[in-house]
């Protein structure tokens, strides 16, 4: 679409003065007019855009690691971190373990809406160290992130510093050695690791979020290198995440949500499932102040955490139902600009004069509970993203029961 009219707004917009903003849509209409207006020939400076979609899928590459992670850094494919060499041979051997064609497309990618072929998202897989095992998962949390209640759009964008969480469910979590117990959350399992590093680059690469180009992530954080954990099914209490998004206790799952950091909730002196929900309210209001707000919101819990909720009798809705009750900022709290923004993000807690304060969702559905880690008496709260929900897929293909 070479001629398609393009105007580049100024960014950001959300954060700047009124007077401003209106200048700079005054500016944005008169642009778009004189775009639409124009009716001889392409529109300067369009005509040359070039996808990465055009580019041959078989180029020659330096042989030597080091040169070779010197050249694919220099191009803006890698992570900074070095990566494996797509070979033919390696591309093949991974795309061998679905049951669809390399030129098979399973979506486009924002925000250059890139083909998310089967060859390019094995060749970033191949990059990224994945073994072809974890190829089923890999495509499966693309078709996650490409549900439309996702909100890939806005996830690549955004100033925040959101990045996708792949959460596993079933029995392929002990066959490909994907980590729920200890250090859930952090480095040391290779399928973890390599799968989330997949999704980064073909984020990148297929969808052209490259730092301070296209994603505009004012700080961003370490979960934008790679964000995959297991669900800890064995000490869970209650159904897994997957079967209660509808799918059998025996599927294997992977569901993708929007993190936007990770706080931890430390309790190890509670005895008993009350104290430990109070820690959990506490814990969940740290974004409230600032006029941060998330759509849907994600509670790791430790087994040990668990096992004392389950003992008092406690379900997830139960759960939910006193989070969503408990974790509320007044407003004397927060400050005269940021109340001012959550009013028109979220009008609902406006509506009443008598409430005078916000939860940190806007109902308790809003809230995940998964457990997983290894022993210790502490869980993690991750807010998620405006707009963004959880979406959760069947894994398909490579033969994993």
Not at 75 to 99: C, F, H, I, Q, S
Request: with cysteine.
């Amino acid at each position: 679409m070479a001629e398609l009219p393009l105007v580049k707004v100024p960014h950001p917009v959300g954060t700047i003065a009124l007077d401003a903003l209106r200048a700079v849509a005054q500016v944005s209409i008169d642009s778009i007019i004189a775009q639409l207006s124009r009716t001889n020939g392409p529109r300067p400076g369009v005509a040359e855009v070039r996808f990465d979609n055009e580019q041959p899928s078989m180029i020659a590459a330096p042989a030597d690691a080091a040169e070779l992670f010197q050249w694919v850094a220099e191009k803006g494919w890698t992570d900074g971190l070095p990566v494996l060499p797509p070979t033919l041979a390696a591309v093949e051997r991974m795309v061998a373990v679905t049951n669809k064609r390399s030129n098979d497309v399973i979506g486009v990618i924002p925000p250059l809406n890139g083909l998310a072929t089967i060859e390019k998202l094995a060749a970033n897989a191949v990059m990224a160290g994945c073994l072809p095992e974890y190829f089923p998962l890999v495509l499966a949390a693309v078709r996650g992130m490409l549900q439309p209640g996702f909100n890939l759009d806005g996830v690549q964008t955004t100033t925040g510093n959101v990045a996708p969480l792949a959460i596993v469910n079933g029995p392929c979590r002990e066959q490909l050695d994907i980590n729920f117990g200890a250090n859930v959350l952090g480095q040391g399992w290779r399928a973890n690791a390599t799968v989330g590093r997949a999704l980064r680059f073909v984020l990148t690469n297929i969808g052209g979020a490259t730092p301070g180009r296209f994603d505009k992530a004012t700080l961003g954080q370490p979960a934008k290198f790679t964000f995959c954990i297991g669900e800890n099914e064995q000490e869970n209490p209650w159904q897994p995440l997957h079967v209660e998004r509808g799918l059998n206790v025996s599927a294997n799952a992977l569901s993708m949500t929007g993190c936007s950091g990770v706080y931890s909730a430390v309790d190890m002196a509670s005895q008993s499932a009350k104290s430990l929900l109070k820690t959990f309210a506490l814990t969940m209001r740290g974004g409230l102040a600032s006029g941060v707000t998330s759509t849907e919101v994600l509670f790791v819990i430790c087994p040990e955490h668990a096992a004392v909720l389950a003992r008092d009798g406690l379900t997830k809705n139960y759960i939910r139902d006193e989070l969503f009750s408990m974790a509320r900022v007044p407003f004397e709290k927060i400050a005269e600009e940021n109340l001012e923004l959550l009013a028109k993000r979220r009008p609902m807690w406006f509506k009443s004069g008598a409430l005078r304060e916000i939860g940190a969702v806007d109902k308790p559905e809003d809230i995940w509970l998964v457990v997983a880690g290894g022993a210790g008496a502490k869980s993690a709260y991750i807010p998620g993203r405006t707009g963004t929900r959880l979406q959760t897929v069947a894994v398909e293909d490579g033969g994993l029961g």
